[in-house]
């Protein structure tokens, strides 16, 4: 072993134990609203018939699984996150050669670890993510990563949040839409917008509802005190016109604070996203010919938080899951391709 590759696993091993002391305090450290799907998913452990809400069941069969039970101790609960998050990295480091010790490295590194230790070093629907994520990267081999990521998106929208469902059909239809070469750049653009809008009239001829009216339904029972970040519709839904407006406001909300920062977790939020904005804007620029399904998810991501998320805070909260996928896409060595075979 050399000396920079001694240093690198000292500085990963150092970083983890940094890690599991935030992860252990992180309880002291963030308000209670911030561990109320915690809470959730143990009174689910107790009785899992409880409700027919599919998500929260399956997630804390999972636990159940495990043998954890709603009165698993807050030591051994974040321990066991923190393990998972520790085979994350330790995967990323060894099997996919990345070195944390660059610096665009070390920035996403270190915000995934601070938001990790806010939302997922916990029993929660993230965790689970991560779980399998990194099942994924252990086994999977380079050539088939990006159709076992799909293939996961689609098992994980399944069992676990139905949305992901809709993130895997638009990031499959944007690998060969983007991928396509005889189109270009203003014609990829017409055809996200109308694949967009395709899926609004499809949802509002199967429901007679619009997609957007997700978000109102749940700000609308909300306790405003405790969302001070929320993202309404700036229109009333009458028609698929509407509808798309709402979609075009909550997609720009993603990466510009429309209304204002109103509270410093939205401060981090947007900290949080020109960073990833950044980093995949610079993959772009170096990867104009072929795209990597990882981008593509990614893009899918912000696609559908533009229609169902209700605040800033929730769309932190679910964009975690982009940090891993983002440190494979930009030290991705070789050409992936979802149709690699």
């Known amino acids: 072993m ?38 959730t998913i143990k009174n689910y452990m107790n009785n899992v018939y409880l409700s027919d809400d599919k998500n929260f069941i399956n997630t804390a069969k999972f636990f159940l699984f495990f043998h954890f039970d709603p009165n698993t101790s807050v030591l051994i609960e974040t321990f066991f996150s923190w393990c998972i998050f520790a085979a994350l990295l330790l995967i990323l480091a060894l099997k996919y050669k990345i070195n944390f010790l660059e610096l ?39 050539k088939l990563l990006n159709k076992n990521l799909a293939l996961f ?21 944007f690998t060969y839409v983007v991928n396509s070469s005889h189109l270009n750049k203003f014609m990829k653009l017409l055809l996200y917008l109308a694949t967009v809008l395709s899926m609004e009239i499809s949802y509002n001829l199967m429901t007679g509802n619009f997609l957007s009216d997700a978000r109102y339904s749940i700000n609308s029972v909300r306790d405003v005190s405790l969302a001070n970040t929320m993202i309404n519709n700036p229109l009333f839904n009458t028609s698929i016109f509407t509808d798309f407006f709402n979609f075009l406001y909550g997609l720009v909300n993603v990466f510009v604070p429309i209304d204002g920062i ?60 982009l940090a891993p996928m983002l440190l494979l896409l930009i030290n991705n060595k070789k050409k992936e391709d979802f149709n690699a075979e």
């Open 153 to 173: 998106v689609l098992g994980y929208g399944i069992f676990f949040r139905s949305y992901w469902i809709l993130i895997f059909l638009i990031s499959v239809l």
């Open 2 to 39: 050399t000396k920079r590759n001694l240093f690198s696993m000292s500085f990963n091993m150092f970083f983890l134990a940094l890690t599991m002391i935030y992860f252990f305090v992180s309880r002291n450290i963030f308000p209670s609203y911030f561990f109320i799907d915690n809470l």
């Open 104 to 142: 665009k490295n070390f920035i996403l590194l270190a915000m995934f670890a601070l938001l990790f230790g806010a939302y997922a070093a916990q029993f929660s629907k993230e965790l689970v993510v991560f779980f399998f994520l990194s099942i994924i990267f252990m086994f999977s081999p380079a």
């Open 262 to 321: 109103n509270s410093s977790n939205e401060i981090l939020y947007y900290v949080w996203i020109c960073t990833i904005l950044f980093l995949c804007i610079k993959y772009l620029r170096s990867n104009e010919d072929r795209v990597d399904y990882k981008f593509l998810f990614i893009l899918s991501v912000f696609t559908i938080q533009s229609f169902f998320e209700p605040d800033a805070g929730s769309m932190l909260r679910h964009q975690i899951v």
